[in-house]
Every structure is written in C-alpha cells, then in structure tokens.
C-alpha cells in the first residue's frame, strides 16, 4: 500500500509540473532506494506514467469539451492518435472517426483506451467537418474498444 501510494504521489506531482518521464522514473527510483523497496521494471514505471498522464490528460480535454457553449459550437468529437508499429489494430481502427460528441460510445469509452494508449480526442464544429471531409460515423460501429479488462469508467487518477 505504501508503494502504491508513493507512486500515486509521484505521479501526480509529474502531472502537476509537466515532468516528462525520464524525471519520473529518476524520482521514482530515488524514492524506491530511500525506502530500501525494490526497483520497479522500467517498461512498468513507462506504463503507470503514460496511463496516469494520458488519463490526466483525457479527463482535462472531457472537462473543457463538455462545456456547454464548447459543446454548442462543437458538437463532433474525433479520434486522433499515433499510426505506429505500436499501435494495436482496434485503437488504428478508430483514429480519424468523428462521432457525436454525445454518442453513448464516450460513456463507456475514451482515451486512453487501455493501457499504454496514445488515442485522444479533439472536437470539431459542422465546419470543420465539411472543410476536412469528414462524415460522423456511430461509436457501435467501433469494436474493441476499450480494450477487454480496461476500466474506462472513471479517471486513472
């Protein structure tokens, strides 16, 4: 429990002061030393970092995107995200869909998706769909996400 909450605190001071994760993880093992605790695997601390940030992140974007007079002037939200050798194919399936900001997708879905996800959203006007070319699709037509076992119910933090 103490670990957990250690990590927990650490986080969110990264968030708070925009540490990136090279300044995370060094913290992070300062802390695991001090305490005589076992270091953590770095491909585990990347996990718990990019979860926690990326979470922060979406929950901050939902918070100013569901603002009345945004939802208003924008009422489309589109799935952005990074089209690497990483990502897997349901996340790769939905970038670049745009759905109704109030679809009942995004009440049971959004970035991260799971873990490690690099998927965001940005909102759109009419607009901006007509000036880009993009047609609203139904988030029933966007299968496996979230992925199976991820709880995207609520914040990370």
């Given at each position: 429990q103490d670990m957990l909450q250690l990590v927990h605190d650490e986080l969110g001071k990264a968030?708070?002061?925009?540490?990136?994760?090279?300044?995370?993880?060094?913290?992070?093992?300062?802390?695991?030393d001090s305490a005589g605790w076992t270091q953590l695997n770095p491909s585990h601390v990347e996990t718990v970092f990019r979860n926690g940030v990326?979470?922060?992140?979406?929950?901050?974007?939902r918070v100013q995107m569901t603002q009345p007079a945004v939802m208003a002037a924008r009422p489309y939200w589109q799935v952005l995200g990074v089209s690497d050798s990483r990502t897997r194919p349901t996340h790769a399936g939905a970038i670049g869909k745009v759905l109704p900001a109030d679809d009942p997708f995004f009440g049971r879905a959004g970035p991260p998706f799971g873990h490690n996800c690099r998927c965001r959203i940005v909102s759109r006007s009419a607009a901006d769909l007509k000036r880009l070319g993009l047609v609203p699709t139904i988030g029933a037509q966007l299968r496996g996400l979230p992925d199976e076992g991820w709880n995207a119910s609520g914040s990370l933090l």
């Open positions: 968030i708070e002061e925009g540490t990136d994760l090279r300044e995370f993880s060094k913290r992070l093992s300062e802390r695991f990326m979470g922060a992140y979406a929950d901050g974007r």
